[in-house]
């Protein structure tokens, strides 16, 4: 017998309407690409969104098409978060910081019909288009005023495209099932992979983030999404914050600690989100600056481990609470959230802090076990650990059109294996111990490479550290850390062992220390070990 209850569809378009009849007066501040700030409120977005709809229309875009985005966070962006999605398009937002190859791929693959781009991304798709068959035209986010000299061919202005449009526009009744939105992975491996989400998978992940132990989102909130919205939808923020009401506030493309500090500061920031790297610089000027942030109360911190020595900077410096997150393109991204229990809430702050570096409790509607070779799941006591596998509603089922990721991804039951591997507690903490491709081992056992990265940072003289294995005749692979000095000093190897030694099992200590000028970084922050292991597979141990 099924209940006797209506099935109103989940759709993203409702968020926007909702947000325009009950905080329609709601800001939304962009600093955008051509420079000055932007201000408007929700009920303008909508409007604007309509009109969007109108012209996607008028531009032959029917259900389940996809229109490219590439752009930074600014409110040109998040209309077409809501006018794509909200008339039946699916709206692909495409990473700008991946390799030309990649961005070619994605763009083919998705058969993305039209481009939406930012002034900054005019020369690299100029001299990409040739490469694109299928895309019918380029809008560029901006004015008349701003329009550029340019080559791309069926170039738009934006303005111009909407402002030929009305804004009476009724969003379709579309099955909630339906394609809303993609986002493809970075692919550090293999071509990037992508997800297609749904508008009932998008719309269920915003009231889950928005949970008052989970992102706590709140209309009293005044939030900026420091997360690119190219990388997993800004980790969901600019919907949520749609769904309760909270100001919102867009860094546009500037993202240096003064940039980032300034409007923080202005917009008196309540809450913010994003990777460790753009924290470092943050805290770095801030320490070099001696400026404080009196209004922010939250930074969620996730796409990488959250060093211990972030949360005490932001705790103890700054009186800024860190909710450390793990999740994945693949999962919306949400996965787990640090929100701590009542019991650990109350221990001692150092003991507190010991499950704020996990990367915490699965969110109500994502299911997670660990399990080893063989698909047998491993005890939930802490100390177990092995491959991550999750399932729930904002989960990918399989890869966009790439059966062979589909197959080697997902068990035959249902579950999608994450290629994390993880510890998890009886309570549920959840804690990764390294991508499975990263980790090290060393006779026979495992090193975690994050948690020897995390404590490394710790050190004063530290600003960023790597660890690798590389191959090594008695033991297997052996760790060598990979460390950026901070500015200013000058540690030797030894005095980072010495640091290491009663914060690390002895065995895990690095067989050796080297340093380096600077890390490189994937295109979504995280350090890429691909290129470094490429550069450091002659160096000879001094032990081996
Ligand atoms: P990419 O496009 O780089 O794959 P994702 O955001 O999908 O971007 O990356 C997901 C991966 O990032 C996870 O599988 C995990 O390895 C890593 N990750 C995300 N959050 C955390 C975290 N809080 N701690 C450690 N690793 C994390």
Redesign the pocket.
């Known amino acids: 017998m099924h209940g006797l209850m209506m099935d109103d569809a989940l759709l993203i378009s409702n968020l926007i309407e909702y947000a325009a009849d009950y905080h329609g007066d709601r800001e939304i501040v962009s600093r955008t690409v051509e420079g000055p700030i932007h201000r408007y409120t929700y009920s303008q977005a909508s409007q604007r969104s309509k009109q969007l709809a109108n012209a996607l229309e008028a531009l032959n875009i029917k259900l389940g098409d996809r229109v490219a985005t590439i752009a930074w966070n600014g409110y040109r962006h998040f209309e077409l978060y809501y006018g794509i999605s909200g008339m039946g398009g699916v709206c692909h937002t495409i990473?700008p910081r991946l390799f030309p190859e990649q961005l070619i791929y994605i763009i083919n693959h998705a058969e993305d019909k039209l481009v939406f781009l930012d002034l900054t991304f005019v020369p690299l798709l100029e001299a990409l288009q040739d490469k694109l068959p299928k895309v019918e035209g380029y809008v560029i986010m901006t004015d008349a005023a701003h329009m550029p000299d340019t080559a791309l061919k069926n170039v738009m202005c934006y303005e111009d495209l909407i402002a030929a449009q009305s804004d009476t526009y009724s969003w379709p009744q579309l099955d909630e099932r339906s394609a809303a939105a993609m986002c493809?992975?970075?692919?550090?491996t293999g071509n990037p992979k992508g997800a297609l989400y749904s508008n009932r998978s998008t719309v269920l992940h915003t009231m889950f983030v928005c949970g008052t132990d989970i992102f706590g989102v709140s209309g009293k909130m005044t939030i900026l999404p420091a997360v690119p919205m190219f990388?997993?939808y800004a980790w969901g923020f600019p919907y949520a914050a749609t769904m309760v009401g909270a100001k919102l506030v867009f860094p546009g493309a500037a993202y240096d600690g003064a940039s980032m500090y300034e409007l923080l500061d202005t917009e008196q920031v309540t809450a913010t989100a994003g990777v460790p790297t753009i924290w470092l610089m943050l805290l770095d000027y801030l320490k070099k600056e001696g400026k404080t942030l009196p209004h922010l109360e939250m930074a969620g911190?996730?796409?990488?481990?959250?060093p211990l020595s972030m949360i005490e900077a932001f705790e103890d410096d700054h009186g800024v609470r860190v909710h450390?997150?793990?999740?994945?393109?693949?999962l919306s991204?949400v996965g787990t959230t640090a929100r701590l229990n009542p019991r650990v809430e109350a221990l001692p702050t150092s003991e507190r802090r010991k499950y704020q570096v996990k990367?915490g409790r699965a969110v109500h509607g994502v299911k997670m076990k660990i399990i080893d070779d063989a698909g047998n799941e491993l005890p939930r006591d802490g100390v177990a650990f092995g491959e991550l596998a999750v399932r729930g509603p904002w989960v990918i089922s399989e890869y966009f059109g790439d059966p062979d990721a589909s197959a080697s991804q997902f068990t035959g039951d249902g579950w999608f294996l994450?290629?994390?591997v993880a510890t998890l507690d009886s309570e549920g903490h959840m804690q990764?111990v390294d991508?499975s491709k990263d980790v090290i081992k060393s006779g026979g056992e495992w090193i975690s490479s994050?948690d020897l990265e995390n404590t490394a940072v710790g050190h004063e003289g530290v600003a960023e550290a790597a660890v690798i294995g590389l191959p090594h005749p008695k033991w297997d692979e052996r760790p060598l850390m990979i460390v950026v000095r901070a500015d200013g000093s000058d540690p030797s190897p030894q005095e980072i062992l010495d640091y290491l030694s009663d914060k690390v099992a002895k065995w895990w200590l690095p067989d050796d220390v080297v340093f380096i000028d600077e890390l490189p970084h994937?295109?979504?922050g995280?350090i890429a070990k691909i290129p470094l292991r490429e550069q450091f597979k002659d160096h000879q141990f001094s032990t081996a």
Request: hydrophobic residues 30%.
């Open positions: 990473n493809y992975t970075s692919g550090t990388h997993v911190i996730g796409g990488a481990a959250t450390h997150a793990w999740g994945m393109t693949e991204p990367q994450t290629g994390d990764i991508r994050i994937t295109a979504t995280k």
